[in-house]
C-alpha cells in the first residue's frame, strides 16, 4: 500500500495525559499536512512542512503542540497535556510540489481519532 | 480572511435524481477551488478542480464551474449512483498551496 498512512487510527486518552500520532506520507512526496476535523466541521489547517522544515503553523496549534518531521519523511504530532476540546480526527496529508496543475493534489489518511475523556 | 461556505445537508436523492451541491467563497486575489469526497471508511481525495475563473473542473461526471462573479463553485451532477454516497467538501487555496480551506461538508446519501 502506498497510500498516506496514520497511527493509531483511534486514541482514547484522560484528560492530561499526552498523546503522539504517526503520519507517513507517500515515499515521494516532500510536502506534509496536519489538519484537524471535528464533528459536523470541515478539516482546518493546522501545520505544514517541506522537507523537514516546519513553515507554517496555524493560531489553532497551541503550545501544548508540537509537530515534528525529522528526516523529512514520516511526521509526528504530539498534544501534552490533553484536554476534552482536543477531541477530534487528526489527518494528515502529503502532497509533491511542482508543477502547477498538481496544486490541489493533497492526499490523505484516513485520520486518528482522539478521543480524550 | 479566506474561507468557503457550503449548503448544509444531509442530502438524500434517489438513484438518477440531479444533484446540486452548492458552495461559495470569500477570498482575496484568485484562489484554486476544489471539490474533495469522502467515501464511508476512506480518507478524503480530490474530486475535480479549478484553478482561474470559468474553468470548468469534471471528474466521474461531476462538474463544477468556477464563477468569480458570484464567487461559487456549485457541484453538479445530472444522474447520481448509491456509488456516489459520500461526504462532499468544497476547498480553495491560495495558489501558494499552502494551505487549504474547507468547507462544512454535504454529506449525500443516494438511495436505490
Known amino acids: 500500500d502506498t497510500g498516506v498512512s496514520q497511527d493509531p487510527r483511534h486514541k482514547i486518552t484522560k484528560r492530561g495525559q499526552n498523546v503522539t500520532f504517526r503520519c507517513d506520507p507517500i515515499?515521494?512526496?516532500?510536502?506534509l499536512y496536519w489538519y484537524r476535523q471535528t464533528l459536523g466541521q470541515g478539516p482546518e489547517f493546522l501545520t505544514y512542512?517541506?522537507?523537514?522544515?516546519?513553515?507554517?503553523k496555524s493560531r489553532l496549534l497551541s503550545d501544548r503542540f508540537s509537530a515534528e518531521r525529522p528526516k523529512g519523511s514520516f511526521s509526528t504530532l504530539e498534544i501534552q497535556r490533553t484536554e476534552q476540546g482536543d477531541s477530534a480526527m487528526y489527518l494528515c496529508a502529503s502532497s509533491l510540489d511542482g508543477l502547477a496543475e498538481r496544486n490541489g493534489e493533497l492526499f490523505f489518511g484516513e485520520g486518528s481519532r482522539l478521543t480524550v475523556l | 480572511g479566506d474561507s468557503v461556505t457550503q449548503m448544509e445537508g444531509p442530502v438524500t436523492l434517489s438513484e438518477e435524481a440531479f444533484l446540486t451541491i452548492n458552495c461559495t467563497y470569500t477570498?482575496?486575489?484568485?484562489?484554486?477551488l476544489f471539490w474533495y469526497v469522502q467515501y464511508p471508511g476512506e480518507g478524503l481525495q480530490l474530486l475535480l478542480k479549478a484553478t482561474k475563473a470559468d474553468d470548468k473542473g469534471s471528474n466521474k461526471g461531476f462538474e463544477a464551474t468556477y464563477r468569480k462573479e458570484t464567487t461559487s463553485f456549485h457541484l453538479e451532477k445530472g444522474s447520481v449512483q448509491v456509488s456516489d454516497s459520500a461526504v462532499y467538501f468544497c476547498a480553495l487555496s491560495q495558489n501558494t498551496g499552502n494551505q487549504f480551506y474547507f468547507g462544512t461538508g454535504t454529506s449525500l446519501t443516494v438511495i436505490p
Open positions: 515515499s515521494e512526496h516532500n510536502r
Open positions: 512542512f517541506q522537507n523537514e522544515a516546519q513553515l507554517e
Open positions: 477570498a482575496t486575489g484568485y484562489p484554486s
